[in-house]
């Protein structure tokens, strides 16, 4: 894996976001603004309920904002169609849930190919990339093994090294340790800190943990629609 080189900016502005239930009109984003640099860590938290995972599906392309302008660099994300907007997406943004969402039906590294193989990569690179990235987790024993033969924090691993395969700009993560216990959490966010470091990720965490949250660079709150730091 090699690390990018063009800097990375991720510039939101006034990102809103509504739903409409009946004649009922529920505002969850009332004008969020962020700037994310290249190689910057940041936490975002906040009590259930504030749209702090519809804020990150919103910087990562899974949904679209009611109003606002998101760029990742130059380009004008939300300018671009759906095809364009997911080919991008499986090129330069990993994504880490709180649930792994592997295919069970998949080996390990099944799992961790599988965003190359939807770009049409070539099978051989990514399998010697799949097994680095397992080596460096640690998994190198485990790359065979089916999803329900793993435990919560392998497959945790996992599902992070499927969010490195194709050497993302933006890592964006929500509730990554939330269904861990405090041991093996605090070993997934570790890896994430130190992923993030070596390949100079943007990342961006959801998360309840505050003592995970303080170590990042920056911590913001989101209330009342918008962040604070």
């Known amino acids: 894996m090699m690390e990018k080189t063009e800097q990375l900016t991720l510039l939101a502005?006034?990102?809103?976001?509504?739903?409409?239930?009946?004649s009922h009109r529920i505002e969850v984003l009332?004008?969020?603004?962020?700037?994310?640099r290249k190689g910057e860590t940041v936490a975002i938290v906040?009590?259930?309920?504030?749209?702090?995972?519809?804020?990150?599906?919103?910087?990562?392309?899974?949904d679209r904002p009611s109003s606002g302008i998101l760029r990742h660099g130059s380009a004008d994300v939300y300018a671009m169609n759906d095809t364009e907007l997911s080919a991008y997406r499986n090129r330069t943004i990993g994504f880490?849930?709180?649930?792994?969402?592997?295919?069970?039906?998949?080996?390990?590294v099944e799992n961790i190919m599988m965003p190359g193989l939807i770009a049409g990569l070539e099978r051989e690179q990514l399998l010697h990339e799949a097994h680095a990235i397992l080596a460096r987790f640690n998994l190198d024993e485990r790359g065979h093994h089916k999803i329900g033969e793993l435990s919560g924090g392998e497959r945790q691993r996992v599902a992070l090294a499927r969010a490195l395969i194709m050497k993302p700009a933006l890592l964006l993560a929500d509730e990554p340790t939330g269904d861990l216990d405090g041991k093996t959490g605090d070993m997934v966010f570790e890896l994430i800190r130190e992923m993030s470091d070596i390949f100079s990720l943007s990342t961006v965490i959801v998360t309840h943990n505050l003592d995970h949250a303080r170590q990042l660079n920056r911590c913001l709150s989101l209330s009342e629609g918008k962040l604070h730091e």
């Open 96 to 108: 880490v849930f709180q649930f792994h969402h592997l295919l069970p039906e998949f080996t390990a």
């Open 46 to 62: 906040g009590v259930s309920g504030t749209g702090k995972t519809t804020l990150l599906h919103i910087l990562g392309t899974l």
């Open 30 to 36: 009332q004008g969020v603004d962020l700037t994310l």
């Open 13 to 22: 502005q006034g990102i809103e976001k509504h739903f409409t239930i009946g």
